[in-house]
C-alpha cells in the first residue's frame, strides 16, 4: 500500500506562484515515476506532469509547459510541483499519484494505482 499526501494549495492571484508538495510512504519510492493531475470542476482528471524514478526525465501537458516544473527529493520520498505565471484556468483540485508499474513514466491516470487527496489551488483574476 502506498500513502500520498499532499501540501502547498490555496488562493492566490493571476501571475503569482505556488509550489505543491507530495509526500510518500509504502515502496521504494526512488524505483517510480511520480505524476501531478488536476481535475477543474465539471471536467476530467488531466494530466499535468510526470518525472522519472531518478528525476533524470520530465514530462508536462501542453497547458503548463514553461510555467510548471516537476522535481523529486528520493532522500526525502518528495515530489514537487512549482507553479509559475499561474493563470484563473489553472484553478482545479492538484493530485500526486503514484504509478502501477516501475521505471515507466505514464502520462494517462489509468496507470497509475495510487492518489493522494487532493490539494486546491485557486487563482483569481
Known amino acids: 500500500q502506498v500513502q500520498l499526501v499532499e501540501s502547498g494549495g490555496g488562493l492566490v492571484q493571476a501571475g503569482d506562484s505556488l509550489r505543491l508538495s507530495c509526500a510518500a510512504s509504502g515502496r521504494t519510492f526512488s524505483s517510480y515515476a511520480m505524476g501531478w493531475f488536476r481535475q477543474a470542476p465539471g471536467k476530467e482528471r488531466e494530466f499535468v506532469a510526470v518525472i522519472s524514478w531518478r528525476g533524470g526525465g520530465t514530462s508536462y501537458a501542453d497547458s503548463v509547459k514553461g510555467r510548471f516544473t516537476i522535481s523529486r527529493d528520493n532522500a526525502k520520498n518528495t515530489v514537487y510541483l512549482q507553479m509559475n505565471s499561474l493563470k484563473p484556468e489553472d484553478t482545479a483540485v492538484y493530485y500526486c499519484?503514484?504509478?502501477?508499474?516501475?521505471?515507466?513514466?505514464?502520462?494517462?491516470?489509468?496507470?497509475?494505482?495510487?492518489w493522494g487527496q487532493g490539494t486546491q489551488v485557486t487563482v483569481s483574476s
Open positions: 499519484a503514484f504509478p502501477r508499474y516501475a521505471r515507466v513514466m505514464p502520462i494517462s491516470r489509468g496507470e497509475y494505482d495510487y
